[in-house]
């Protein structure tokens, strides 16, 4: 007869994700990324200036989308069209590219808070949160860091490159 190991003592060293590829991840597998320090976010002067860049560049976005269905009487056409250049300026532009034309003037970009790529829900976040009124006003009262309301309760940040 053998003798008895007392089950408490008895350790596995294989784990359930290396006996099948079904198994749920574990938690340390997904350790929250380091936050980047070596970026420098934007000044409240630069993200002022993407404010009017961005204003003026929204507008002229809408139009364009805009225009054509005026042209052809279809007017209905043309206000989904506003409405979506209103809307898709800052969500396109950032998720795809991760800067609007004035970011790319200023040399700054979006990033998620932890200094990597933004996903598309922060920037779908993002873009609904400027709609939000008075948040241009958010700025002011941002503490240290010049962060609206788009940016914090997005988990993004402005940062020069």
């Known amino acids: 007869m053998r003798p008895q190991v007392p089950l408490e003592r ?38 002022f200036a993407h404010l009017v860049i961005d204003g003026v560049g929204r507008i002229a976005f809408m139009f364009a989308l805009m225009v054509p269905f005026t042209l052809i009487d279809a007017r209905e056409l043309g206000v989904f069209g506003a409405m979506l250049g209103l809307f898709g300026y800052h969500f396109l532009f950032e998720v795809t590219l ?29 873009t609904c949160i400027r709609y939000v009124p008075f948040e241009p006003f958010s ?7 010049p962060s609206g309301w788009h940016d914090q309760w997005s988990k993004t940040r402005v940062v020069k490159i």
């Open 139 to 145: 700025f002011l009262f941002g503490g240290n860091l």
């Open 98 to 126: 991760g800067r609007t034309p004035a970011k790319f003037l200023t040399g700054t970009r979006v990033v998620s808070a932890n200094g990597g790529r933004p996903s598309a829900l922060q920037i779908l976040g993002r």
């Open 10 to 47: 008895v350790s596995f060293s294989i784990t359930m994700s290396e006996l099948s590829p079904y198994a749920p991840p574990r938690a340390d597998d997904y350790a929250a990324p380091a936050v980047n320090a070596n970026l420098q976010d934007a000044s409240l002067g630069i993200r």
